[in-house]
């Protein structure tokens, strides 16, 4: 059974740093990417970043670029996500997510979530 | 960054409806389209990938269609537990994007 466990998250202040952690299990980690996405007060959905499946391609959305970093512990079969000079409307809820490739990338099992809060 | 746009951006629908949401692409992106599920407090969930492609376990009254710019999901006889965010999502550039979301309520 595939499960992505999330951990991390909490109260920060503006400008502070904050690592988000997502243990996966069921399935071979390194054969997949594997991706956040947010969902922010009264909006929706919004992709954040994601570590492709091989090599070390890493990408995010233009509203975290320099300030967000995603990586991946192979070993441990867990993804992160750093996010520093955090921003009052970066909280919200941050989910990880599984990527398949059938058709197209899509996500097919995602994480519990953690809340974000970016407060003074 | 491709864009994505919804309509409508909220809906009030009855338990039997048929509810027929559509999203745009601002730019060609084939079939590179999936629908997701969202109830507060839950994990988003997958419902059709491929634009058109029913994922394992989603009942089947759930159907996708499209491609191109344009996609529709529809909801063939709404059910209580349908109510609920849908969001759009492309996958043909390597930056994801989202719609804005369609929220279907009770009338």
């Known amino acids: 059974e595939v499960q992505l466990l999330q951990s991390g998250g909490g109260l920060v202040q503006p400008g502070g740093s904050l690592r988000l952690s997502c243990e996966a299990s069921?399935?071979?980690?390194?054969?997949?990417?594997m991706a956040w996405v947010r969902q922010t007060p009264g909006k929706g959905l919004e992709w954040v970043s994601a570590?492709?499946?091989?090599?070390?391609?890493?990408y995010y959305a233009d509203s975290v670029k320099g300030r967000f970093t995603v990586y991946r512990d192979n070993v441990k079969n867990t993804l992160f996500l750093q996010m520093n000079s955090l921003r009052v409307e970066d909280t919200g809820i941050y989910y990880c997510?599984?990527?398949?490739?059938?058709?197209?990338?899509?996500?097919?099992?995602w994480g519990q979530g953690s809340q974000v809060t970016v407060s003074s | 960054d491709i864009q994505m746009t919804q309509s409508p951006s909220s809906l009030s629908a009855s338990v039997g409806d048929r509810v027929t949401i559509t999203c745009r692409a601002n730019?060609?992106?084939?079939?590179?389209v999936n629908w997701y599920q969202h109830k507060s407090g839950k994990a988003p969930q997958l419902l059709i990938y491929?634009?058109?492609r029913l994922e394992s376990g989603v009942p089947s009254r759930f159907s996708g269609s499209g491609s191109g710019t344009d996609f529709t999901l529809t909801i063939n006889g709404l059910q209580p537990e349908d109510f609920a965010a849908y969001y759009c999502?492309?996958?043909?550039?390597?930056?994801?994007?989202f719609g804005p979301g369609t929220k279907v309520d009770i009338k």
């Open positions: 069921g399935f071979t980690f390194t054969g997949y990417a």
């Open positions: 997510a599984k990527e398949r490739f059938v058709e197209c990338r899509h996500f097919d099992y």
């Open positions: 570590f492709g499946g091989s090599g070390d391609s890493t």
């Open positions: 491929g634009a058109s």
């Open positions: 999502q492309q996958s043909f550039s390597t930056v994801f994007t």
């Open positions: 730019q060609s992106i084939s079939n590179y």
